[in-house]
């Protein structure tokens, strides 16, 4: 770990850590490979995301994000590094944390650390394989611009920056300090935990004051979506959010093609397991479970879908997949998937009666889909081993199972732990669809700056003509020729030949 920081006076939890870092940063290592990996990987991303790059040659010289400060908490990544510049060169000053333990690409940390040789690098909080306790640390550093100053954008990705703000003000509200000891489960004793010791360092008026500066919120991702709408319909929304997921260019591109690049990648790259002939379980056939299901049978594996929704499972019928219950699949299936954005969807009852060696990963974006936290008590009791394979690869063996090798027992294989298999086990969507999601986000950071009293405390999408724009910035790069309506064609199907083309309700 490298040296910036300096504890001085009372640390966070067990991480050795000050409370607040100031303007320092914290990355795995600044080594010159590590950083000249980072560029040329930067590099090598930028030519692949067009809507990025166009972007910046659109809005570099009138700096529409001049005098904002964008805090992002979304995984440390090639491409988000692409983002952030992008971001810098319009303007914004710029700090970051991931969104995941496990997904930051540590050279991409590092060069964006160093910056470029026309742009400083920024503040980044973020290594692979961040404990809990370092992760909320992270975030805080990522919010906290030191000296009282706060961001008055932010870009996040699952919703815990805005968590972090939105639970701090709550407390001051009723002017209580939170107690760990309360918490249901280890990330929320740590959540808690976080906001008890900013209570105490800066009294109970730090986030009613933070939340004043904040102009706004683009999210990245579905589940930090309902969480967004969630806050709206209850009426403690603190600033405007835009919805990014639902932006067509991002939940029907990122979500699906993203995931069916990725998914097979991280599977094959933790397990190095032939797919072709594999029985495999993909539980929710939403964007993240359609995309998944296509990988894996790409790869010629036999593939069912759990789902609770009768229109996904008719649509998982009409696209020729058994669908059933994770019950009846259980000692049949070779790769379970999760992707529903849900709870206890396996459970360690279900892996107590699975194959030997099967394989359990998520993809979608909380860790509580797959019950780990319970094989995690069953290892206290004694019941379960835990064997490392390698970082975010785990054997998890059931000691008093019989129906492993030998009537002795049987093991299952647990990829990133059960959080996202794509960024843990592997390096995400390639940047080419990443590109698409970014334009998006990046249009909504300008958005927010420029019209957030327009918008007030609501969640809102982009404009459709937008999301056309964010797909047309990308065609080049394919070849492709677009036809152009004529003023006739275009009055007989009721939209005008610029577009946009399809009514608000259209669903692609
Ligand atoms: P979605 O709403 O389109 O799909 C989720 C599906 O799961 C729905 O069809 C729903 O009916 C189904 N479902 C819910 N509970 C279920 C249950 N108990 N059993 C079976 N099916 C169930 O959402 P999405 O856009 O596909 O996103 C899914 C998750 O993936 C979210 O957490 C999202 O944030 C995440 N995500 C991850 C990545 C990634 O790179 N790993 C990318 C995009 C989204
Ligand atoms: N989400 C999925 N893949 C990603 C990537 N490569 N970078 C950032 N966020 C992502």
């Known amino acids: 770990m490298n040296p910036a920081i300096i504890p001085i006076g009372k640390t966070f939890m067990s991480t050795g850590l000050p409370l607040f870092a100031g303007t320092n940063h914290r990355v795995a290592n600044l ?15 930028e030519f692949e995301m067009p809507g990025l790059m166009k972007t910046r040659e659109e809005y570099g010289n009138t700096k529409p994000l001049a005098g904002a400060r964008i805090t992002g908490s979304l ?26 333990i496990f997904s930051t690409q540590d050279h991409a940390a590092a060069a964006i650390v160093q910056g470029r040789a026309d742009a400083a690098g920024i503040p980044v909080y ?20 030191g000296n009282d100053v706060s961001p008055t954008l932010i870009v996040d990705d699952g919703g815990d920056a805005t968590l972090l703000i939105h639970l701090g003000y709550e407390y001051e509200v009723k002017g209580e300090k939170p107690d760990p000891s309360t918490a249901s489960n280890e990330e929320e004793r740590v959540i808690l935990q976080i906001i008890a010791d900013v209570q105490d360092a800066k009294g109970m008026n730090y986030w009613h004051q933070f939340a004043k500066t904040v102009r706004g919120v683009s999210e990245e991702t579905t589940t930090g979506v309902h969480r967004l709408y969630q806050r709206m319909q209850d009426n403690s929304l603190l600033f405007p959010a835009i919805n990014v997921n639902d932006a067509v260019t991002k939940s029907k591109f990122d979500n699906v093609y993203g995931c069916r690049h990725s998914l097979v990648d991280a599977v094959m790259r933790a397990t190095d397991v032939m797919l072709s002939g594999k ?6 056939f939403g964007d993240v479970g359609k995309g998944s299901v296509q990988a894996l049978q790409g790869q010629q594996a036999r593939v069912a879908v759990t789902e609770v929704d009768p229109i996904c499972a008719l649509q998982a019928c009409m696209s020729g997949l058994e669908v059933t219950t994770v019950e009846i699949a259980l000692e049949q299936t070779d ?12 459970t360690a009852a279900h892996m107590s009666k699975m194959k030997h060696n099967a394989i359990v990963c998520n993809i979608g974006h909380f860790d509580n889909e797959i019950g780990v936290a319970d094989l995690e008590e069953m290892l206290i009791a004694g019941d379960v081993e835990k064997i490392e394979i390698k970082p975010q690869v785990h054997e998890w063996r059931f000691l008093k199972s019989t129906h492993g090798p030998n009537n002795g027992p049987h093991s299952v294989i647990i990829l990133a732990e059960g ?72 009055s007989y199907i009721g939209v005008t030949p610029q577009g946009p083309y399809k009514p608000e309700h259209y669903r692609y």
């Open 31 to 45: 080594e010159e490979s590590t950083i000249t990996f980072g560029r040329k990987e930067i590099e090598l991303a």
């Open 75 to 100: 995984h440390m990544t090639i491409q988000t590094a692409v983002l952030i510049e992008t971001l810098i060169d319009l303007g914004a000053d710029v700090r970051w944390a991931s969104c995941n």
């Open 126 to 145: 973020a290594w692979k394989g961040e404990t809990l306790e370092e992760y909320w640390w992270c975030t805080l550093q990522a919010l906290d611009w």
């Open 279 to 284: 029985r495999a379980l993909v539980c929710g």
């Open 335 to 346: 790769i379970f998937v999760t992707a529903t954005g849900n709870k206890d969807i396996i």
């Open 419 to 490: 959080r996202l298999v794509n960024l843990g086990c592997a390096t995400g969507h390639p940047s080419l669809v990443m590109s698409a999601s970014f334009t998006n986000q990046t249009l909504a950071q300008i958005e927010l700056n420029e019209n957030a009293e327009t918008i007030g405390k609501k969640v809102v999408t982009l404009p459709k003509a937008l999301d056309e724009k964010v797909a047309l910035l990308h065609l080049s790069k394919f070849g492709a020729e677009l036809t152009t309506l004529s003023t006739d064609q275009a």
